[in-house]
């Protein structure tokens, strides 16, 4: 289906966050649509984190609007948007150090989703179904038990996204997933993220590792001083005179342009 015909998942108009005189969010005008993977590059401080925390709540927006399944969600708390289908997962690790692997993916499980006035007494079969399905599509399943702080590097960004996958978002935020991991685990997470799409989950991904982002993206954003400076197609990106300027360099075009065409054969 063509993006002309299908609903936007969550739409941004004219957003703009200022942190007194910086505007780390500049004018940004996107729709992401079901089934999407819009990758967000830039360089350091181009304002890409402070995008999606605006879009989740955790920051409010200082003007324009955010729309999730066409319904305004500006105003609203990262509680009340996670309720309506949207999680995230942060840049540095977040969780609960003291609890195990699985209790961490509970939480997510118990308060994450539906639409909830009063917090749960008691833990349903349902949630716990949930969690087993988090740690599966993570590839976590035999690793439940292991108390969160005593995990290695790599399953603790996994439990982060497990967490946020048992609230069963529409769309899910990911801020630079495979930051200090090495060749091998990048791949290990693009086989997972790979998985996620295939249950339908719309993403957004934040990522440096260029070779991961133009994989794994239907469509790309390139944010540079808080404004967009490319949206369009992963492999046209590379063609773009100042994505390749003020971003890419010439030499790492070239190495991406050589490894999304043996890619596309
Ligand atoms: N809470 C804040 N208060 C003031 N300035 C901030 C705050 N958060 C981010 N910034 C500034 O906003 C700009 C964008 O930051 P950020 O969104 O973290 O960039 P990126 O994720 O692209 O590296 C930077 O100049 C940063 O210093
Ligand atoms: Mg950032």
Redesign the pocket.
């Given at each position: 289906m063509s993006s002309e015909t299908k609903k936007p998942l969550l739409a941004c108009r004219n957003l703009f966050k200022h942190?007194g005189a910086?505007a780390?969010v500049n004018n940004i005008d996107i729709d992401v649509y079901p089934g999407d993977v819009l990758g967000i590059g830039?360089p350091?401080?181009?304002?890409?984190?402070?995008f999606i925390d605006v879009i989740s709540g955790i920051n409010p927006a200082s003007s324009g609007t955010v729309s999730l399944d066409g319904h305004d969600i500006t105003n609203y708390g990262p509680d009340r948007i996670c309720h309506r289908g949207m999680a995230r997962t942060y840049q540095l690790n977040a969780g609960f150090d003291s609890l195990s692997v699985r209790d961490n993916v509970l939480v997510g499980a118990a308060f994450g989703s539906g639409d909830q006035g009063i917090p749960k007494f008691r833990y349903s079969k349902e949630m716990m179904a949930r969690v087993d399905y988090a740690l599966e599509l993570v590839g976590m399943q035999d690793r439940g038990h292991l108390i969160a702080r005593e995990v290695p590097v790599l399953d603790r960004k996994l439990l982060m996204l497990a967490s946020a996958i048992a609230t069963e978002p529409k769309l899910l935020l990911i801020d630079e997933p495979v930051g200090g991991l090495t060749p091998h685990e990048i791949d290990h997470v693009m086989e997972i993220l790979r998985g996620l799409m295939k249950e339908g989950i719309t993403i957004i991904l934040i990522e440096h590792v260029m070779r991961f982002l133009l994989q794994l993206s239907t469509r790309v954003l390139i944010?540079h001083h808080g404004e967009s400076i490319y949206e369009g197609a992963p492999d046209q990106l590379l063609a773009d005179q100042q994505v390749v300027e003020v971003y890419l360099g010439e030499g790492t075009a070239k190495r991406l342009r050589h490894l999304m065409d043996q890619g596309a054969k």
């Open positions: 942190f910086l780390a830039g350091n401080g181009a304002g890409k984190t402070t944010m």
